[in-house]
Nanobody, 121 residues
Framework: QVQLVESGGGLVQAGGSLRLSCAASGRTFSMYTMAWFRQAPGKEREFVSRISWRGDDYADSVKGRFTISRDNARNTAYLQMNSLRPEDTAVYYC????????????????WGQGTQVTVSS
């Protein structure tokens, strides 16, 4: 059974940094695309970043501030978030899937429970 467990969320002031982690188990981690999504209250879940054999991709809203990475030996993906803004406040979800081209939520078959990130102004 595939499990994804996020950690690293918290409360930070605007301009600060956080690093999220996503520990995966139950599949050959290195073969799959890993992604981060986020969902703010009252809004739809939105794509943040993805890493696959094709490389990494970012939403325009986080490009230049966030960096996705993975450690296949540790079965863990990371999201380094710098220069955080109040509009980055959301629950952040880790997801894994087989499609390295799509950023649709339906392309990812396993999800973590989410970790709250709150950025104060």
């Amino acid at each position: 059974q595939v499990q994804l467990v996020e950690s690293g969320g918290g409360l930070v002031q605007a301009g600060g940094s956080l690093r999220l982690s996503c520990a995966a188990s139950g599949r050959t981690f290195s073969m799959y695309t890993m992604a981060w999504f986020r969902q703010a209250p009252g809004k739809e879940r939105e794509f943040v970043s993805r890493i696959s054999w094709r490389g990494d991709d970012y939403a325009d809203s986080v490009k230049g501030r966030f960096t996705i990475s993975r450690d296949n030996a540790r079965n863990t993906a990371y999201l380094q978030m710098n220069s955080l803004r109040p509009e980055d406040t959301a629950v952040y979800y880790c997801a894994t899937g087989q499609n390295p081209w799509s950023i649709a939520t339906t392309s990812f078959d396993y999800w973590g429970q989410g970790t709250q990130v709150t950025v104060s102004s």
